[in-house]
Each structure stands twice: as structure tokens, then as C-alpha cells.
């Protein structure tokens, strides 16, 4: 019997944990049209703290033989988090956001592991980035629904405008994780750090709800 393609391992490892993520109360009222733009542009801003700190960390990596076959410039949100929050909160942003203690930890722990092995980095990347690809379209249209954004303005996070085929993009994505020159250890050691990434996200959200009734319509 062949033994399973690693991508397959690792999404398998991480489905509960991704599926605990998606039925949190924040994203629940997100999709459902409940939670009003002022939360909204809390979430885009614990994004943009978050983002920042990956994609700092990738330009690092990118010198690393293996991370860096993971390093897409297609991929890279952070100047459209921050067209996100220049519309949303006007061009003083800067000045009216700040990250949750979930985010802060989440953060940290990106800057720990993501710059000190190619395991740490791409568990990391794959469970922010495939998301982004596989669920960022349901998520853009219902905020664009309820909330009567413009097509170019506010949910530029979730459009890949450089990816023309998610689908194609996300099977090379996949194909990259099967090749990576790791034993099982180092294998298992993605799967562990994804788990853990979603378990951060998961803590933001979480910290998110403790003001649920200010942000929900």
C-alpha cells in the first residue's frame, strides 16, 4: 500500500482543529451578517498584525533551501490588509488599532518558530494561506452582502488577484508540502505547529467575542 501524500497527512491532523476555528461564535456571526463593520475592522486589523509578522518572517526564510519554496509573491496580503483598514477606518488607521493579547502571543510565536526552521515557517504559512484560499471567498461575499462594501474596497484581503486558479495554485502548494526533504520527525513537527497556529487563531477569536455585544448588529 503507498504511503499517504504528507499534504493529506497534514490536513487530516489539522481538520479538527480547523473545523473548531470555523465554528467559533466571532466567525459564526461574521458569515451570518450579525457582527457589525466596527467588528469587522477589528478582525481585519488582528489580520494585519498577524500578516505582518508572517510575511516579515517569510522575507527571512526565503534564503532557507526548503522555506523558501513556499515564499509566493502571489500570495503576500499586507498591502491589501492595509487598503482594507484605510477604508474602513480612515487614513489615520494606524493610530485606532491595536492587537488583542491573542494576537500579540500568536505573533510571538510566529516570530519564534517561523524564523528558526523550515518546519516552524511552513506550518505557519500553510494554515494561514490555504485558508485564505480555500474559505476567503465565502467570507468576502457575505461581508460584501450585509455590508454594502464596494467591489475594491474593504475585503481586498480575501481577493487573490495574482492567482487566476486557486484551485491549481493551492494542488502546487500541495505538491511542494509532498516533496519537502523532511524525515518523520520533522513531518510530524508541521503538523504539530499547524495544530498549534489554529489554536492561536482560534484564541483570537475568542478574544475577539469578550466584546461581542459592541460589535454585533
Given at each position: 500500500?503507498p504511503?499517504?501524500?504528507f ?6 491532523g ?17 458569515l451570518?451578517g ?21 510575511e516579515r518572517t517569510?522575507?527571512l526564510m ?11 509573491g ?7 490588509l492595509?487598503?482594507d483598514?484605510?477604508h ?18 500568536y505573533c ?12 516552524g ?14 474559505g ?10 450585509h455590508?454594502?462594501?464596494p467591489?475594491?474596497?474593504g475585503t481586498?484581503f480575501?481577493e487573490?488577484?495574482a ?23 520533522e ?7 499547524s ?7 482560534h ?8 466584546d461581542?455585544?459592541r460589535?454585533v448588529?
Open positions: 500500500m504511503e499517504p501524500r499534504s493529506t497527512m497534514l490536513a487530516a489539522t481538520a479538527a482543529e480547523h473545523e473548531g476555528a470555523q465554528s467559533a461564535p466571532f466567525v459564526q456571526a461574521l451570518s450579525r457582527l457589525n463593520l466596527t467588528g469587522y475592522a477589528a478582525l481585519v486589523a488582528q489580520h494585519y498584525f498577524i500578516y505582518r509578522e508572517l517569510a522575507q526565503s534564503a532557507d533551501a526548503v522555506a523558501r519554496e513556499f515564499v509566493f502571489e500570495l503576500v496580503r499586507l498591502p491589501s492595509e487598503a483598514l484605510e474602513l477606518l480612515g487614513q489615520a488607521w494606524r493610530a485606532e488599532i491595536t492587537p488583542v493579547p491573542a494576537t500579540s502571543e510571538l510565536r510566529i516570530a519564534e518558530v517561523g524564523a528558526r526552521s523550515s518546519t515557517f511552513v506550518a505557519h504559512h500553510y494554515t494561514r494561506y490555504m485558508g485564505d484560499l480555500s476567503g471567498r465565502a467570507v468576502r461575499a457575505a461581508v460584501r452582502r455590508h454594502d462594501l467591489e475594491d474596497a481586498r480575501y487573490f488577484d492567482i487566476e486558479k486557486p484551485k491549481l495554485f493551492k494542488d502546487v502548494y500541495r505538491e511542494r508540502l509532498d516533496a519537502a526533504p523532511w524525515d518523520d520527525v513531518r510530524q513537527r508541521v503538523i504539530d505547529e495544530v498549534r497556529a489554529y489554536r492561536h487563531n484564541r483570537v477569536f475568542a478574544d475577539l467575542s469578550t461581542i455585544e460589535f448588529a
